[in-house]
C-alpha cells in the first residue's frame, strides 16, 4: 500500500469524523432551544397546582381532603350515584347553604323535623341512612361544598405567549408554539448532512476494497483464490477448538454462569413478586380505591390497630352493595355467601413466611407508612398483584433509609440528643433498632 493510499484513506475518515460531529452539533443545539422555548412557556404559565377561587369562600384544598375522608365512600362530584346521589350543582338544588349544614351534620335530625326537602331527598334514595357529622365546622363543610363545586367546572383554556395552550384535568398544559418540531432549515441541513455522510462512507469502502486487493499475495501464476466464508469460518472454529488455552477459559466461564443462576434461583425460592391469584369475586381496587376513593381503612379496619389489615367482611361490602348494584352477578356471590353463611374464600396475595413478625399498626400508624410504600399503586389495579418482593432484604434497606418522624413526640426527644451527638444524619429506623433481629424474628 503506497503512503498516497494511506493519506487519502485518513483524510476522508477525518473528515467523516468532521460530519458526524457536525450533524451531533446540530442536534444538541436544536434541542436546547426546544427545552428553553418549552420553560419560558411554562414560567409564563400558572401554576399546575392552582386552585381558581372557589364559590362561597371555603377552602377547596382543605374540602377535598375532607370530601375523600368523609364523603366519597357514598357520594361523587359529578351526577353519578354511588351510594347517595351525586353532588354536582348541591348547592343549587339545596334551599339554603344553612340548610346544608344542618343536613350534613345531623340529616336524621332534619328528617325527623319533618322538613319536606329533607323527606324527599331520604325516600328518593331507598331511605339510605346518611351519616351524621357532628364534628365539621361551617368552615369545613364550606370547603367541601367548594370543592364539589370547582371539581364540577370544565377545564379552562389559558395563553401563554403568542402560543396556546390547552389545561387538562391535571392541570398541565402544552403549548402548541413550543411543541412543534424542528425547523424547516434544520431539518434541511440535516438530510444534506446525513447524505454526505453516506456518500463519504461508500467512497471509504471502495477504497478499502480496492486496497484489500492490492494487496493480496500473488503468486508466480497470479493471484490466489480467496478462500471462501464458510471454509474460513471452518477453520477459525477448528482452531479454536484445538486452542487449550481457550478452551480453559470456555469451560470455567460455563461453570461460572451455571454457579451464578444456580445461586440466584436459591435466592428466589419463596419470593411471590408479580403473584397475582384469581379472586372468587372480581373486586376492583381500581374501581373501588382508585374511581370512588373509598379510603382503605374503610374495608381493612384491623391497618391502624393491629397486626393484620383483615380482610373484609361481607357485612362491609353490604354497606354499600345492600343498595347499588344488586343484580351484578359478582355481587349475587356476596348475598349467596351470607344466605349460606359460608365465608368468601379469599385467595392470600401477600404472605410472609412464619418465622417473620409484621405489624400493621406500627408501621401505617406510628410510622405513618402509606399503603402504596408496600403494596404499589393499589388504586390502580384491577386484579391486586404482589409488586414488592417483601424479602428481608427489601425491609432492611427500608429501615436504613426511612427517617423517624420525631416532630413535636416527646417519645424521641433523648433518643434525638443522643444521636445527634454521633452523628449529622437524621434519625433513621436503623438508628433505633430496626436492624434488630429480635424486631422481626421470634
Known amino acids: 500500500m503506497s503512503i498516497n493510499s494511506i493519506n487519502i484513506v485518513y483524510k476522508m475518515s477525518r473528515f467523516y469524523k468532521?460530519?458526524?460531529?457536525?450533524?451531533?452539533?446540530?442536534?444538541?443545539?436544536?434541542?436546547?432551544?426546544?427545552?428553553?422555548?418549552?420553560?419560558?412557556?411554562?414560567?409564563?404559565?400558572?401554576?399546575?397546582?392552582?386552585?381558581?377561587?372557589?364559590?362561597?369562600?371555603?377552602?377547596?384544598e382543605k374540602g377535598k381532603s375532607l370530601f375523600t375522608n368523609n364523603c366519597a365512600q357514598c357520594h361523587a362530584v359529578t351526577d353519578e350515584k354511588v351510594v347517595g346521589p351525586g353532588l354536582k350543582g348541591i348547592e343549587g338544588r339545596a334551599p339554603s347553604k344553612d340548610w346544608l349544614h344542618k343536613w350534613i351534620r345531623n340529616s336524621s335530625a332534619v328528617i325527623a323535623s319533618g322538613d319536606a326537602y329533607a323527606n324527599q331527598v331520604f325516600n328518593a334514595n331507598?331511605?339510605?341512612?346518611?351519616?351524621?357529622?357532628?364534628?365539621?365546622?361551617?368552615?369545613?363543610?364550606?370547603?367541601?361544598?367548594?370543592?364539589?363545586?370547582?371539581?364540577?367546572?370544565?377545564?379552562?383554556?389559558?395563553?401563554?405567549?403568542?402560543?396556546?395552550?390547552?389545561?387538562?384535568?391535571?392541570?398541565?398544559?402544552?403549548?402548541?408554539?413550543?411543541?412543534?418540531?424542528?425547523?424547516?432549515?434544520?431539518?434541511?441541513?440535516?438530510?444534506?448532512?446525513?447524505?454526505?455522510?453516506?456518500?463519504?462512507?461508500?467512497?471509504?469502502?471502495?477504497?478499502?476494497?480496492?486496497?484489500?486487493?492490492?494487496?493480496?499475495?500473488?503468486?508466480?501464476?497470479?493471484?490466489?483464490?480467496?478462500?471462501s466464508l464458510g471454509q474460513r469460518m471452518k477453520t477459525g472454529l477448528s482452531d479454536a477448538f484445538n486452542n487449550p488455552t481457550l478452551r480453559s477459559i470456555v469451560i470455567w466461564l460455563f461453570l461460572l454462569v451455571v454457579t451464578k443462576a444456580t445461586i440466584d434461583g436459591a435466592y428466589g425460592v419463596g419470593i411471590q413478586q408479580g403473584y397475582a391469584p384469581k379472586q372468587p369475586i372480581a373486586y376492583?381496587?381500581?374501581?373501588?380505591?382508585?374511581?370512588?376513593?373509598i379510603d382503605c381503612n374503610y374495608c381493612h379496619t384491623g391497618v391502624n390497630?393491629?397486626?393484620?389489615?383483615?380482610?373484609?367482611?361481607?357485612?362491609?361490602?353490604?354497606?354499600c352493595h345492600g343498595v347499588i348494584k344488586k343484580e351484578s352477578p359478582e355481587i349475587q356471590k356476596i348475598y349467596a355467601a351470607i344466605e349460606n353463611n359460608q365465608p368468601i374464600e379469599w385467595v392470600r396475595v401477600h404472605n410472609l413466611p412464619d418465622l417473620a413478625y409484621f405489624n400493621h399498626a406500627q408501621h401505617v400508624n406510628v410510622g405513618n407508612v402509606q399503603c402504596q410504600t408496600c403494596h404499589g399503586a393499589?388504586?390502580?389495579?384491577?386484579?391486586?398483584?404482589?409488586?414488592?418482593?417483601?424479602?428481608?432484604?427489601?425491609?432492611?434497606?427500608?429501615?436504613?433509609?426511612?427517617?423517624?418522624?420525631?416532630?413535636?413526640?416527646?417519645?424521641?426527644?433523648?433518643?434525638?440528643?443522643?444521636?445527634?451527638?454521633?452523628?449529622?444524619?437524621?434519625?433513621?429506623?436503623?438508628?433505633?433498632?430496626?436492624?434488630?433481629?429480635?424486631?422481626?424474628?421470634?
Open 305 to 319: 390497630k393491629g397486626k393484620s389489615a383483615t380482610i373484609p367482611s361481607a357485612n362491609i361490602c353490604m354497606n
Open 284 to 293: 376492583s381496587h381500581k374501581l373501588h380505591a382508585g374511581q370512588y376513593k
Open 126 to 227: 331507598g331511605k339510605v341512612q346518611m351519616s351524621s357529622f357532628p364534628n365539621l365546622s361551617d368552615g369545613d363543610i364550606d370547603g367541601i361544598l367548594a370543592y364539589i363545586d370547582q371539581s364540577s367546572k370544565p377545564a379552562q383554556a389559558t395563553t401563554v405567549g403568542t402560543g396556546t395552550t390547552s389545561k387538562n384535568e391535571g392541570g398541565s398544559g402544552v403549548s402548541s408554539a413550543s411543541a412543534g418540531g424542528p425547523s424547516e432549515l434544520f431539518t434541511f441541513v440535516l438530510v444534506a448532512l446525513l447524505i454526505v455522510m453516506l456518500l463519504v462512507l461508500g467512497v471509504l469502502l471502495a477504497i478499502v476494497t480496492i486496497l484489500s486487493k492490492a494487496v493480496t499475495p500473488v503468486t508466480a501464476e497470479g493471484t490466489l483464490p480467496a478462500a
Open 378 to 442: 393499589i388504586e390502580q389495579m384491577e386484579v391486586v398483584e404482589q409488586r414488592s418482593s417483601l424479602t428481608m432484604g427489601w425491609c432492611i434497606d427500608c429501615h436504613r433509609r426511612t427517617e423517624v418522624n420525631t416532630k413535636d413526640n416527646a417519645y424521641y426527644d433523648k433518643l434525638v440528643a443522643l444521636h445527634r451527638k454521633e452523628s449529622k444524619e437524621p434519625l433513621k429506623v436503623a438508628n433505633i433498632g430496626g436492624l434488630e433481629c429480635s424486631k422481626c424474628h421470634y
Open 18 to 60: 468532521l460530519c458526524v460531529a457536525i450533524v451531533l452539533s446540530l442536534s444538541l443545539l436544536v434541542s436546547n432551544s426546544q427545552v428553553k422555548a418549552q420553560d419560558s412557556a411554562a414560567a409564563g404559565a400558572p401554576a399546575a397546582g392552582a386552585a381558581a377561587p372557589a364559590g362561597g369562600g371555603g377552602d377547596a
